[in-house]
């Protein structure tokens, strides 16, 4: 079904006007809240940040409190407020909406309410859509910090179907929040069966992990990371930012990739552990992480070689799977050194079972990664078909009055 077509049916034939919003609403503007009014418990409050942070198009509850004494003070929001944070450092996100459906909130400076007698997850939609968008582009002032002001928020038009009959308006516009939270509500469902599955993946990667390099006493011999690897730190040259050369090789840190160059030190497959870095501690992410090919590290990782594909691998894996605290030194700069870092004791199998275990360990590894990267891929996906049809449902008669 063509756009066209799609919205001459929803219409059924009653007009659509293009209407400032000043005319359909009034603009109420927040006070000023600082992060010691905030209480664990108390009356709802919301502050602008937040919006942009633990919100997302609707909510009818809040993730902060102010005592009562201090919101009989403040501006409240109302069921149907439409809350506006209207500062940002990038265009993009100046005057972000959030339809609120709960009882009184409190509502911090920075942020206006829009007061109103439509549907107003209608106009929350409204305000993400391009036509909205390319409105309000024309009105942001400001260096750093960008905003709208209330005055040419007002100025800006929405279309309000069948303004003479309140009753079919609110019609027409609750059958299309219908459709947009729809496609909302499947992004969202899709998104918690991806993560579902990635954190079971993950749970089971992690399982067989753990059994497979894990040892009886006197099963194997133990030897430290010094005897199994050939330590190249000697070779790496730190660059700073202002002085690399931008290119295509990849620029290695403590903790992966951090820019790109034009040439390399090293052409080889390695494996780098982090040397220093917040990470060695709390371990978001590996600190043992294979490199291949034409590469340049800095000195916050250390660079090991070993004789085969299998070796590299199963210390990676081993190193990414054990506490390494007591071979770490430093709180606020943690460290682990040269000395430390080859003083680790691995458990040291037949080549045979180094391989078994790595190739396990690589399926789970590569399925786990692929849900991985598909998550985002997929939310993304979702997104898009979102913003196509919210764009053709705003995309009434008449749209050219609004851009005037």
């Known amino acids: 079904m063509s756009k066209l077509s799609y919205l001459e049916k929803l219409l059924n034939g009653v007009d659509v006007e293009w209407i400032s919003l000043g005319n359909i609403g009034s603009f109420i503007r927040g006070n000023g809240l600082q992060k010691k009014d905030f209480v664990e418990s108390g009356f709802p409050a919301i502050h602008y940040g937040q919006i942009y942070t633990r919100y997302g198009l609707s909510a009818d509850k809040t993730f902060a409190y102010v005592s009562p004494e201090l919101a009989n003070k403040l501006r409240k929001a109302q069921r149907n407020d439409l809350l506006l944070a209207t500062t940002s450092e990038n265009d993009e996100d100046v005057v972000k909406p959030l339809a609120w459906l709960g009882d009184e909130a409190a509502i911090s400076g920075d942020m206006m309410l829009f007061r109103h007698e439509q549907n107003v997850k209608y106009l929350a939609h409204f305000f993400q859509s391009e036509i909205f968008q390319k409105q309000k582009m024309k009105y942001i002032s400001g260096a750093k910090v960008r905003r709208v002001s209330s005055g040419d928020l007002a100025k800006i038009k929405t279309p309000i179907p069948c303004p003479n009959n309140p009753?079919?308006?609110?019609?027409?516009?609750?059958?299309?929040?219908?459709?947009?939270?729809?496609?909302?509500?499947?992004?969202?469902?899709?998104?918690?069966?991806?993560?579902?599955?990635?954190?079971?993946?993950?749970?089971q990667y992690n399982y067989y992990r753990d059994?497979?390099?894990?040892?009886?006493?006197?099963?194997?011999?133990?030897?430290?990371?010094?005897?199994?690897?050939?330590?190249?730190?000697?070779?790496?040259?730190?660059?700073t930012s202002g002085l690399r050369e931008a290119g295509n090789i990849p620029y290695y840190g403590a903790?992966?990739?951090?820019?790109?160059?034009?040439?390399?030190?090293?052409?080889?497959?390695?494996?780098?552990?982090?040397?220093?870095?917040?990470?060695?501690?709390?371990?978001?992410?590996?600190?043992?992480?294979?490199?291949?090919?034409?590469?340049?590290?800095?000195?916050?990782?250390?660079?090991?070689?070993?004789?085969t594909y299998a070796e590299r691998r199963y210390v990676e894996y081993y190193l990414n799977s054990i506490d390494l605290t007591t071979y770490i030194s430093g709180a606020a700069q943690p460290k682990l050194n040269k000395k430390n870092l080859e003083s680790i004791r691995i458990p040291n199998p037949s080549p045979e079972e180094k391989e078994r275990i790595v190739s396990i360990l690589d399926k789970f590894d590569a399925l786990t990664?692929?849900?991985?990267?598909?998550?985002?891929?997929e939310i993304e996906l979702r997104q898009k078909q979102y913003e196509y049809y919210r764009d053709i449902l705003f995309s009434f008669p008449k749209q050219e009055v609004a851009e005037a």
């Open 167 to 203: 009753e079919k308006s609110l019609a027409i516009q609750s059958e299309i929040v219908r459709i947009l939270d729809t496609f909302t509500a499947l992004t969202a469902e899709l998104t918690a069966e991806l993560t579902a599955e990635l954190n079971m993946r993950k749970k």
């Open 211 to 239: 059994q497979l390099l894990s040892f009886k006493e006197g099963e194997v011999e133990w030897k430290t990371l010094g005897e199994l690897a050939e330590n190249l730190d000697s070779k790496r040259k730190p660059i």
């Open 255 to 307: 903790s992966g990739i951090v820019d790109y160059v034009k040439d390399y030190i090293f052409d080889d497959d390695l494996l780098l552990i982090s040397e220093d870095g917040a990470n060695l501690l709390a371990r978001n992410t590996p600190i043992a992480f294979s490199i291949s090919g034409k590469t340049w590290v800095n000195n916050h990782a250390h660079v090991l070689k070993f004789d």
């Open 369 to 377: 990664n692929s849900i991985t990267e598909g998550l985002p891929r």
